[in-house]
């Protein structure tokens, strides 16, 4: 890898943020955030060092699942802005050195989408192929995604007779996805949003929507869901030479695989790791590295135009749905033991530092190790600052709650009265007062300003986005040393999950010891002995990026 290819595969060493216009800023103070106001805010993503813009869906909707459900793939939501003030947002970020990216939502549409409304006036309408119909649901039944909440994935339609297939709520129609129309579609609605000059896709529910379970037979080569993908790609990168697509897959690894295609990366580009998510959950609540560790080296190695993004906490439950039984309890007892903390069964819907109960170094160990692992971070809005979350507002809308400004009424994100919000803001220990930016970007030792540093040093390191991945052998479990290691050179991470001191010995390979190695994230260096052996103190909950300073070495530090 050169230095300078880093700007062609932008995405490799990108920082993303995830937004919901509606929660973010409302300019116009009708309680509801708006496009307006998040282009008002861009020079605040930009400063924190964002990259790449992930929007939740703004589309039309009845919003009955916070915007997933669509009834326009073409339309923007007026309660957010208009089509004027989106362009808006997308040519100044670019110009702030950020790409957008939008939310790809067609394993389904909503109920209200005149697609639907045609499928279900008639048998005979011509767009009744353009979702799943059968007489009766078929004996095997797949699991709907929302246990608890819906109890099966196929729903009787009175007026036509027949069932429709959705795999998430029944408001939420799936695709048919083997209709040679629906494919059509599916490649429009992404390049009229390329048109306006959005960087790629967040690609929605992918396995869901490439899923042919319950189609009928004898669709032969249509039935292919992967040949549909390459379809995708293969289209997206005839209208962008950039543009990405970012996939929901949350499987074992070994399906993982196939979603990027083979070995020319010709599927989805990046995809979020859930495997290593889920497992770092378990080894902050044993402070034990090892599940995560295993989840890591059990990556597949990925073609070089392929990526793994990394994230702690996403706008849906924290899913815990790939531990095993025992393990998912644990991370309950750890981090959300209340009922009202867990939804579906399998998952907390509370946030980082609430889980944390505050801890300010277990929090930063964790963004700090989210910033060393190999492949690009992606933050969740109010991240940066450590909101809390809303458990009164039930299941996962516990975490959508307004951006916190500053600490005056409703955290500054709107002057409307609190009853026109779409979401109450917080109001524990992680209200405004307590928690927001304009306190936060005066601090310097504030969590805003760590992020900020992490981001800097993330981005100052392609490395971590290129490179390998390779745990160092040491003897203390709650510890986990990884390197990461490209062309551009070789950075070690040590973090402490336990809240005890600890002295970590590791081995350096390098030329000539001792070796010198800097600390990427304070004023400090270590030495090595002459046998290349490295004694790190780490505080609990400590943690350290170190490079080694090469005799030569002409990397700014
Ligand atoms: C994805 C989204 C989730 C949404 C669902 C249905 O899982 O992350 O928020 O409810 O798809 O679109
Ligand atoms: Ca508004």
Redesign the pocket.
Known sequence: MRITDTSDLWWKTAVVYCLDVETFMDWNDDGIGDFEGLSHRLDYLAELGVTCLWLMPFYPTPDR??G??IKDFYGVDPRLGHFGDVVEVIRTARDRGMRVIVDL?V??TSDKHPWFLASRSSRDSPYRDFYVWRDEPPAEQQAT?FPGQEESVWEYDEKTEQYYLHR?YRF?PDLNVVNPKVRDEVAKIMGFWLQLGVAGFRV??VPFFLDTVGVEPGHGELADPLGFLRYLRGFLGRRSGEAILLG?VNLPRKDQVQYFGGDIADGLTMQFDFIGMQNMYLSLARADVRPLAAALSERPVLPVEAQWANFVR???ELTLDKLTDEERQEVFAAFGPEPDMQVFGRGIIRRLPSMLRGDPRRIRMVYSLLFSLPGTPVLFYGEEIGMGEDLSAGD?QAVRTPMQWTAERNGGFSSARPSKLPAAVVGDGFSPTHVNVADQRHDPDSLLHFIRRLIQRYRASAEIGWGEFRVLKQPNNAVLAHTVSGDEGLMFAVHNFSPDPTTVTLSIEGESPPMRLVDLLRDNSAVTDDKGVLQLSLEGYGFRWLRIVNPGEKRLF
């Open positions: 699942d916070d997933y459900d939502v394993n389904h995604a998430f939420q929605d529910a929901e996403n706008h849906d996962r």
